[in-house]
């Protein structure tokens, strides 16, 4: 016999409790606005996925102003830039002379952490593993979410519904075809990432590009590194033995070169990561809004997509309490164009990072990128435009 279902009110319902709903949330509630997040995994599920490593500046500031940023100060790295190199050259790019704007290394499961302490600290109502969500009447003023929990169904009625669960939620699909246009790019190679024990052999990220394939050197902590492979699509990550990661990492990433050394150690966790840029419009129909991945995906390369999520929060947030609150539409109706313009400008960077950096088997196509590479590295301008975009533009861009 299935229990007889089970509804709730509140203002604001958020599908999804990653970054982006649980930013949401905590921003909401700061301007009294109450909603309940409903998440189909499990609490260690989404706290545990090892994802983006780098806040920009804005994100950075944002967190702070949201009282969020205390063990961010403390634990986390400010980066002045990034290296830029291909094979005998490496370059340093100051974002912060360029720019006056540095990024932090501060990763994805240490902004969870913070969100899911500070929400729970305040008694947010979250709903892990749920079975079943699906989206109703969000064309109404009175739109609802309904899943199952515990083998209970439940039905949350609201004002406004915030689609913050990512590319494989049921909240991008709510907005019917007839409605939505799609953008997207498939890339023809993926990402071997692995999370290393080791001391990062660099104070700064490195970019690398490489006649066998682009390679960066990223990282988490003082002990922590995180460092990337270019590998062909459909690649087994069977195929790549630590050795062999560690070989290919020390000549792309340019082991021995002026002195450098590549310090390899236990690898702790590898995987493919495939490449693609997507965006759909618009981002809000009717009562449904929707925020970070569920609207748009960037490929890695530029380290856009947490900050993209946290900036599209930044500005619904405020939409969404001037609507609940005063029923007040503008921002609401001016959400989706004022968002999708960062989208936009992040889609290009992130193409553009990507397309300079990733190697092709067109020898013309190579030629071009050392060009741009050189033209980047040498040029005030080139360094400037690749600073505004890295190191983030004002979240009202
Ligand atoms: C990381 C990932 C990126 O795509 C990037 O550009 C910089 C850093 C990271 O995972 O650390």
Not at 57 to 67: D, M
Not at 180 to 190: D, L, M
């Amino acid at each position: 016999m299935t229990s007889p279902s089970h509804t709730l009110r509140t203002d604001v319902v958020i599908v999804g409790g990653g970054p982006a709903g649980m930013l949401l949330s905590h921003l909401l509630a700061a301007d009294g606005v109450e909603s309940i997040v409903v998440e189909a995994r499990s609490q260690e599920y989404v706290g545990a996925r090892v994802r983006a490593g780098i806040l920009e500046h804005s994100s950075v500031e944002l967190l702070r102003g949201a009282g969020l940023g205390e063990r961010l100060d403390r634990e986390g790295d400010e980066h002045r830039g990034i290296y830029l190199q291909w094979p005998d050259e490496r370059h340093h790019l100051d974002f912060v002379d360029l720019t006056g704007r540095s990024v932090w290394v501060y990763g994805q499961t240490e902004v969870q952490k913070d969100l899911v302490s500070a929400r729970s600290a305040a008694g947010q109502e979250v709903y892990y593993e749920c079975a079943d969500v699906a989206l109703h009447e969000v064309e109404s003023d009175r739109p609802a979410v309904t899943f199952t929990h515990e083998g209970r169904p439940v039905r949350i009625e609201a004002r406004a519904v915030a689609g913050c669960d990512g590319s494989f939620g049921p909240s991008r699909g709510a907005v019917p075809d007839a409605v939505r246009s799609i953008w997207e790019r498939v890339y023809p190679y993926s990402w071997l990432g692995i999370l290393a024990d080791v001391a990062p052999s660099t104070d700064e990220l490195i970019y690398a590009w490489h006649p066998d394939g682009f390679a960066m050197h990223s990282m988490r902590s003082a002990s922590v590194s995180r460092l990337y492979l270019q590998v062909p699509n459909g690649t087994p990550v069977e195929e790549w033995s630590d050795d062999r990661i560690w070989d290919a990492l020390a000549t792309r990433l340019g082991h021995g070169q002026d002195g450098w050394r590549l310090e390899p150690g236990p690898i702790t966790e590898k995987s493919v990561l495939p490449m693609r840029s997507y965006v759909q419009t618009p981002m809000r129909h009717g009562s449904l809004f929707l925020a970070g991945d569920s609207a748009h995906i960037v490929p890695p390369t530029g380290a856009k997509g947490l900050n993209l999520a946290i900036a599209d929060v930044a500005l619904l947030a405020p939409a969404l309490a001037d609507l609940v609150r005063r029923d007040d539409r503008m921002l609401a109706e001016a959400y989706s164009d004022t968002a999708l313009r960062r989208v936009w400008r992040c889609t290009h960077f992130s193409w553009w990072m990507t397309t300079m950096l990733h190697t092709s088997e067109d020898p013309f196509d190579a030629q071009l990128q050392l060009s741009q590479l050189r033209w980047v590295a040498s040029s005030e301008a080139g360094r400037t435009g690749l600073a505004e975009n890295y190191a983030g533009l004002p979240i009202g861009f």
